[in-house]
């Protein structure tokens, strides 16, 4: 049975945790819509996220982040390009990287890069620096299915193949995050999405 927690009950934070950290997947929401996952560095977790959402294992999950530090954990290296990019982060702003080496095979999908998001979301990004490691996180709906922007949308997806959803009613956008390759010398959009290409191009520079 799949629990639903109010994101202001107490103990909504410390339940995500112990979940993470003992390899199950959560959805939770985001600024943008609702997110599905799971600690980034632990294997095994990121295999049940793929098999909650039923989502083809060639087919890398991005990582969320709490802070602009984080990036050292989840790429190689971040070019100038991606640099600029993340100063309009937080917000629905996705980044692909050069993936770092202790990233788990099974996130990359047999790829050399990394896509990375910093939310604008306070209570996710505080969970995610109490876990203390990304999260590997896509939208919390089964594979082609809509993206959800409350958790009862959620739970009509998912219900039963998770262990808790954290509420925090409507997400503030329906849109999923804008994508963007940072890996060559000029920004290329891979998905447009709730920012706007005009400031991204402007950011670049």
Request: hydrophobic share 50%; with cysteine.
């Amino acid at each position: 049975m799949t629990a639903l927690l109010p994101i202001r009950d107490p103990q909504a934070l410390d339940q995500a945790l112990a979940l993470l950290r003992g390899g199950a997947p959560i959805a939770f929401p985001t600024d943008t819509v609702y997110g599905l996952g799971a600690a980034a560095l632990d294997s095994e977790a990121v295999l049940q996220l793929y098999a909650v959402k039923r989502r083809p294992r060639t087919q890398a999950i991005p990582l969320l982040l709490a802070d602009h530090a984080d990036l050292a954990q989840a790429a190689a290296t971040v070019p100038a390009l991606a640099l600029r990019l993340a100063r309009l982060w937080p917000g629905a702003l996705t980044l692909v990287l050069p993936a770092a080496p202790q990233l788990p095979d099974a996130l990359l999908a047999g790829g050399t890069t990394v896509a990375v998001r910093l939310p604008d979301h306070d209570w996710l990004r505080g969970l995610i620096r109490a876990l203390g490691m990304p999260l590997a996180a896509t939208s919390a709906n089964l594979h082609g299915g809509p993206d959800p922007r409350t958790a009862a949308e959620v739970l009509e997806q998912l219900g039963g193949a998770l262990t808790l959803v954290v509420d925090d009613g409507p997400t503030p956008g329906a849109l999923p995050s804008t994508i963007v390759d940072c890996t060559g010398a000029q920004p290329r959009l891979l998905r447009a999405g709730a920012l706007a290409w005009s400031r991204i191009v402007e950011a670049a520079g």
